[in-house]
């Protein structure tokens, strides 16, 4: 099953690569391109964390360029996704809506000992910058970093909670 955004671009040399990665190797169950804006400047070679538990695209150029890269989580946009598990951990949590879904799914099928990888050699475009985040959006991304937390790491989402957003006294 393939997932992407209305206003992203994938060639079907592209979808062929993705198609060839998934199928080289059984454990890998999520296969995301290398994504680039249309100004050439790196979208997403995937996810990671930092140190206050937020996600991140990785928005530089991959130092692997000829293999497939291991990967916490991916984004969505022309991201191959295989069958068997889709039927083993579900697709997308709809509670999460935008932002994060990805995340959830990544971090579901590593769980259960699926790899989940971006392949370099496979080129997506999105008309997008991630910088061009309105306030609305925003409100998801903060909403469901703590969403996400609260599901995985009860503990992790109360320190950040209160971090953030302290009761007051």
């Not at 198609?19 to 999520?30: A, K, P, S």
């Not at 990967?71 to 068997?84: E, K």
């Not at 969403?147 to 950040?160: Q, S």
């Amino acid at each position: 099953s393939m997932l992407t955004d209305q206003d992203a671009v994938i060639t079907a040399d592209a979808i062929d690569r993705l198609w060839q990665t998934l199928h080289e190797n059984d454990r890998i169950g999520v296969v995301q391109p290398l994504v680039r804006d249309f100004h050439d400047g790196i979208y997403s070679a995937g996810h990671r964390y930092n140190d206050y538990h937020v996600c991140h695209p990785i928005t530089r150029e991959p130092t692997i360029t000829d293999r497939p890269i291991r990967r916490p989580s991916t984004t969505l946009l022309g991201t191959l996704i295989r069958d068997d598990l889709i039927d083993e951990v579900g697709l997308l949590d709809e509670r999460f809506g935008i932002y994060w879904e990805s995340s959830d799914l990544g971090f579901r099928a590593r769980k259960r000992g699926w790899d989940v990888v971006l392949d370099p050699r496979a080129v997506a475009q999105h008309d997008r910058d991630l910088s061009e985040l309105d306030g609305g959006e925003l409100y998801y991304v903060y909403r469901n970093w703590l969403l996400f937390w609260a599901k995985y790491a009860p503990a992790t989402a109360r320190r950040i909670r209160d971090e953030y957003w302290p009761t007051s006294e």
